[in-house]
């Protein structure tokens, strides 16, 4: 027979013990406190484990507790008052909530003619020339070393024409060329595609800025018309400053931040 | 005064036009205009013809466009034969002109939280807003400062109504009780209406022409149903329940029936004594978020007028009322625009079928306000989509479109003439808009945050305006 089975048989045969309920009580007491000093002394991995379980079986019975507590009244509606009131026709629409980005033109005014930004990328790597251009090779015979050609990112504005292919000394290829970028708004955490208006400034050099070259750490304009941004006098924001983050020649998209 | 009229051939010298009333009904006979008329000529005919006893202003529309230059222009520019006989009609329009409020004569703090509700008293001297911090504030219109807090609401004041005498004033909150106040004192006058089992979403009161002194109004609310509540009993009369969503708005018209609007796409349309449903107007695709009469602003101001004058006894209110009433109702019946997230508006004519009249598409958006003119003339409409529309008052036919805002505008409010209309909207701008040029006359920029409600006041001189920014902005001409 089965080990355990014995015990079972011989209760069969001669009942219990006399004391077998008195002693099974104290002892079910008694494995409270026993649980409590295991608790206290266990140590280690093993005492981590256990304060686990326990806190488990602690916050599972305090649910039990308040679902107890819980009146079967029903309350007619919800007592307390809550933050970001809004009238009865916006109640029952959920509405995307956005930071009022109401920027003080006549602050920005006068930081640009400072001409100092505080901008999310300060320091960016300075990119060479050698990295930034690619040298072609013309003529005849494959001498004239004049033109360069643009490896890097750039944004011409949409009136642009090419200058004649004879003179042209900075060639700009058109795959490279960029006219929307993806630009996050820092506070509403939210990315929005946006045009570009320009280039506004290129920290490796004004030579980079006048042929509109996008590396990471340009500050660009961005149309910022479809966020429907008005400023406290009343006229609409159509275009702010937006920095970008990324390498656009590697990833195949303009990624910034925009400057507020 | 005598015409020159040139005779038969014509063709190059007059026309054959015959001057109708905007019910049809011709005035006089077909008369040979000569071709260099201008509006203020065929307005000196009009008032001879009808004996008018002092210089009325008129406004002409051949085939719903208006004539603004002589009707020689007209006809080339719209090539309009001059073999048959032209159909001038003619409107009236209000004699006094309001002046468009142009800038911020001030800006009042003093609510905690947002002001989600701004009215004017029917007289238009004073002014109620209801806010987010379940409190109910009276302003003074003289000085431009608080004069009453009412406090006792437990949850946010969604909804506020002047009954039309102007002697109480009635306010719904998100927990869906409704509170009466005495606006002389601030003071509450009794108890908390209890009955709604969720928040108010609108308030009406019963025309002052179909019972003097005000008694009863009806409140909407989410749980469904709409309950007619009678002051002076303090407690609620009848329940409408019938729609299985929320109730978004309630009007309560002039010929005594009430409408109601509800988010499961339908208006229902009931009888007041008994609150038994008269007809159930379907055809709309989603919420129905607004409704309007076009004898809504008479029904608002009861028997007070631009002239200003004040009524001794209640007999004497309801005599004006329903005489104001019955000459803007004129033959025609009542007419109901409702607007609807479907992005579409329907025409109404409630009193003679079911199926709508017209069905005026052209949003983008869901159309969260529609709003009569207060001559009935014109149905202005505001959506998410940015744009305020506007459209023919009798034939619901597309007019123009009002581009400007660059949010959602929220709410609309017309002039007392019919000849301004001011918007509010989420970009925190005001524009007033003239209707006459189709075009904005003034824009109304101050509030820092969204603008939730806008009223013109009924005498024409100030528009008040409240939003997130917890002020409230009166605005002057």
């Known amino acids: 027979m089965p080990q355990g089975d014995y015990i079972d048989l011989h209760r069969k045969r001669y009942g219990y013990r006399p004391d077998h309920f008195e002693r099974k009580r104290k002892k079910e007491a008694r494995l409270v406190h026993k649980r409590s000093e295991i608790a206290q002394k266990a140590l280690g991995i093993k005492g981590k484990m256990f304060a686990k379980k326990r806190y488990a079986e602690k916050a599972l019975m305090k649910k039990t507790l308040m679902m107890h507590e819980e009146s079967s009244t029903r309350r007619k509606v919800d007592d307390d008052v809550h933050e970001g009131s809004i009238p009865a026709y916006l109640l029952d629409r959920d509405t995307t909530t956005r930071a009022k980005i109401l920027n003080n033109t006549i602050k920005q005014k006068r930081k640009e003619k400072a001409g100092k930004w505080e901008v999310p990328l300060p320091k960016v790597r300075p990119v060479a020339e050698d990295e930034m251009f690619k040298i072609l090779r013309s003529g005849k015979r494959k001498t004239k070393q004049w033109k360069r050609m643009v490896t890097k990112a750039t944004f011409v504005g949409p009136g642009f024409t090419r200058k004649p292919p004879k003179y042209e000394r900075f060639i700009r290829p058109s795959g490279l060329r960029f006219t929307k970028s993806h630009v996050t708004h820092p506070e509403l955490k939210a990315t929005f595609n946006l045009e570009i208006i320009g280039v506004k400034k290129n920290p490796n050099g004004q030579m980079y800025t006048s042929l509109g070259v996008l590396t990471k750490g340009t500050i660009i304009e961005v149309n910022v018309s479809e966020l429907g941004l008005v400023t406290p006098a009343g006229k609409v924001v159509w275009g702010k400053y937006a920095q970008v983050t990324n390498n656009p020649e590697n990833d195949g998209c303009v990624n910034a931040v925009l400057l507020v | ?477």
């Open chain 2, 1 to 477: 005064m005598t015409m020159e009229v040139e005779g038969g051939e014509g063709k190059g010298k007059t026309m054959l036009c015959l001057l109708t009333d905007p019910d049809g009904n011709p005035l006089g006979t077909p008369v040979n205009f000569p071709l260099n008329t201008e509006p203020q000529h065929l307005q000196q005919i009009v008032n001879q013809l009808r004996q008018n006893e002092e210089r009325l202003p008129y406004a002409f529309y051949i085939a719903d466009k208006e004539l603004v230059e002589s009707l020689g222009k007209f006809a080339e520019k719209n090539k309009i034969s001059v073999e048959k006989v032209l159909h001038i009609v003619y409107q009236p329009q209000a004699v006094f002109r309001i002046r468009p409020v142009h800038r911020c004569s001030a800006t009042i703090a003093g609510h905690t939280e947002a002001v989600l509700s701004v009215a004017f008293s029917p007289d238009g001297q004073q002014l109620a807003s209801g806010s987010g911090d379940t409190t109910v504030r009276l302003w003074d219109l003289n000085t431009q400062t608080p004069l009453f807090t009412c406090t006792g609401h437990k949850n946010w004041v969604l909804a506020i109504a002047w009954s039309p005498d102007g002697k109480y004033l009635v306010s719904g909150s998100k927990a869906g009780e409704l509170q009466c106040w005495d606006p002389r004192t601030g003071k509450p006058s009794g108890n908390p209406l209890i009955g709604h089992k969720k928040w108010i979403t609108g308030i009406s009161w019963e025309p002052v022409h179909l019972s003097a002194p005000c008694r009863r109004f009806v409140s909407a609310s989410k749980d469904g149903d709409a309950r007619i509540w009678d002051v002076t009993l303090r407690k609620s009369v009848v329940c409408l329940s019938g729609h299985t969503l929320a109730v978004t708005c309630v009007k309560w018209g002039g010929d005594g029936f009430i409408y109601t609007g509800s988010q499961d796409c339908t208006i229902k349309v009931w009888e007041t004594t008994q609150g038994k449903l008269i007809r159930e107007l379907k055809g709309h695709g989603h919420w129905v978020n607004s409704l309007t009469l076009s004898t809504e602003y008479i029904l608002r101001t009861g028997a007070f007028d631009h002239t200003g004058k004040q009524y001794s006894s209640p007999e004497e209110m309801k005599q004006a009322a329903l005489e104001r009433y019955n000459k803007m109702k004129g033959n025609s019946p009542e007419r109901l625009v409702s607007g609807s997230d479907d992005f579409t508006m329907f025409l109404w004519e409630p009193f003679l079928k079911k199926q709508p009249k017209t069905r005026m598409t052209g949003h983008q958006q869901p159309i969260n306000h529609v709003c009569f003119s207060p001559d009935g003339q014109w149905i202005a409409s505001a959506s998410f989509d940015t744009s305020v529309k506007l459209w023919n008052g009798t034939t619901g036919k597309f007019v123009a479109a009002f581009r400007g805002h660059v949010g959602p505008v929220y709410q609309i409010s017309w002039s007392a003439d019919s000849r301004l209309l001011v918007s509010g909207s989420k970009d925190s701008t005001l524009k007033v808009w003239d209707i006459k040029a189709r075009a904005l006359k003034l824009d109304l920029p101050g509030h820092a945050d969204e603008v939730f409600a806008v009223d013109w006041s009924p005498d024409g001189q100030k528009v008040a305006s409240g939003g997130k920014d917890r002020v409230l902005k009166l605005w002057m001409g």
